[in-house]
């Protein structure tokens, strides 16, 4: 009755579970008063708009709003003011013309793009742990996912002799997340030149979600790989508003992407991914030509991410780094229990949910993943922080466990 491939993946209704990306779950979970650092969704549950883009808001409201669609592929202007970002702070040259698609969220246009470009029995390289769609859009299309271990002990840079053994006459494309969600890790320039050299070798495409450019701590150098020379006509790469500038409710991402890549996008968005809000265009617009909301997130998050990593890194049996990037802390607790049970704990005595590390590909397990960058009051976040933190430590460690009892 249902469609085979889509009906692996069902909604809640019947099993109660923890992913509160899913259905009901979250109203739910907030309704029993649980703090959700499960979103990647900065500031999350809290009111956050900035004065700035309310105010161009309220002109776009009183002007008469752009209650009309605009051409299916984005407005033209949106189109040119992408195309003189992308030149300018990704270094990649863009017709807004031809080379420029703007979708309602980056999850709907990473599906396109991959609908577009992958055929059923195609195998795409997906380095995990990584973005759960990456797999979950593969198996929808009966495309074959082909999970590659990155590690702690690289930072969570690509293993290029995995790569090489992973590649069979099947491989079509590499999908990255960078910086990659779970781990809030920017890939390495010279990372990311070697990929480039592998994906020319093995005639492949690359699709580059880069969500959470916007935010890159520690003077950690960003490059997009579509800049990178022989890079142009293989990288397929998707951007969003969600993230960088907090504005996930109003659905506006975009795609960059050679012509020829283009004109099957520009053929298929509508059907696909429908047309993008007008009104959330023009908030796109002004936030691109805002000075300030970029600067201040950057701030408030890299203090979060300082703040999180202060309180945990320090209780017995949790390992992790600081992160890299934007909202997404992510934490080693094999030491504490398995990634479930912990999450399972933190639910029940701190009321906080976290993501558990499963979730990201097989190498996820024993980890969990916490949004530092979800709500938007510094000393409430600080509170939450020392929940998990008291909960955390009330769980024994396994290793010393074992070594005292032996
Ligand atoms: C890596 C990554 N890409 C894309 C998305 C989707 O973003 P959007 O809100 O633009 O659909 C997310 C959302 O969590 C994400 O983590």
Redesign the pocket.
């Known amino acids: 009755m249902l469609n085979t491939r889509l009906s692996r993946f069902t909604g809640g209704l019947f099993a109660p579970h923890r992913k509160s990306d899913i259905g009901e779950t979250a109203d739910r979970l907030r309704r029993d008063g649980i703090d959700i650092l499960a979103?990647?969704?900065p500031f999350a549950p809290d009111r956050s708009l900035p004065k700035n883009f309310r105010k161009a808001l309220h002109a776009e409201i009183e002007g008469g709003a752009p209650e009309h669609y605009t051409v299916p592929v984005g407005s033209l202007e949106l189109r040119q003011a992408l195309a003189r970002k992308l030149e300018s702070q990704n270094g990649i040259i863009a017709d807004p013309s031809r080379n420029i698609v703007v979708t309602?969220?980056?999850?709907?246009?990473?599906l396109m793009c991959m609908m577009a470009l992958l055929n059923p029995g195609d195998e795409v390289l997906v380095p995990e742990p990584g973005?759960p769609?990456a797999f979950s859009n593969c198996e929808i299309l009966g495309a074959v996912p082909v999970p590659l271990k990155m590690t702690a002990e690289s930072g969570y840079q690509l293993d290029f002799d995995e790569l090489e053994r992973a590649v069979t006459p099947m491989t079509k494309m590499v999908f990255i997340?960078h910086p990659?969600?779970p781990t809030g890790t920017v890939f390495r320039k010279s990372v990311l030149q070697e990929l480039a050299r592998f994906v020319v070798k093995h005639d492949l495409l690359l699709l580059c979600?880069q969500?959470?450019e916007d935010h890159i701590f520690d003077g950690i150098e960003f490059v997009s790989p579509a800049a990178l020379p022989g890079m142009a006509d293989r990288t397929v790469t998707?951007f969003?508003?969600?993230?960088g500038y907090g504005l996930?409710g109003f659905?506006?991402?975009y795609i960059h992407a050679c012509a020829e890549i283009m004109d099957v996008f520009y053929g298929n968005v509508t059907t696909v991914c429908g047309a993008t809000s007008s009104l959330a265009q023009r908030l796109a617009l002004a936030a691109l030509e805002d000075e300030e909301v970029l600067t201040s997130y950057y701030r408030k998050l890299e203090y979060r991410r300082n703040l999180l990593f202060d309180t945990l890194s320090t209780v017995p049996g949790v390992r992790m780094q600081r992160s890299e990037s934007g909202i997404l802390s992510w934490i080693d607790v094999s030491d504490l229990g398995t990634s479930a049970e912990v999450v399972d704990h933190l639910l029940r005595t701190a009321k906080v949910l976290v993501n558990d590390g499963t979730a990201y590909g097989p190498h996820g397990a024993g980890h969990l993943r916490l949004v530092h960058g979800c709500i938007l009051d510094d000393d409430r976040a600080a509170e939450v922080f020392q929940r998990i933190r008291t909960s955390l430590l009330q769980l024994p460690v396994r290793g010393l466990a074992t070594a005292t009892a032996s």
């Open positions: 979103w990647a969704d309602p969220g980056a999850d709907s246009g990473l973005f769609a997340a990659n969600n979600d969500a959470f998707v969003s508003f969600s993230k996930s659905r506006v991402a």
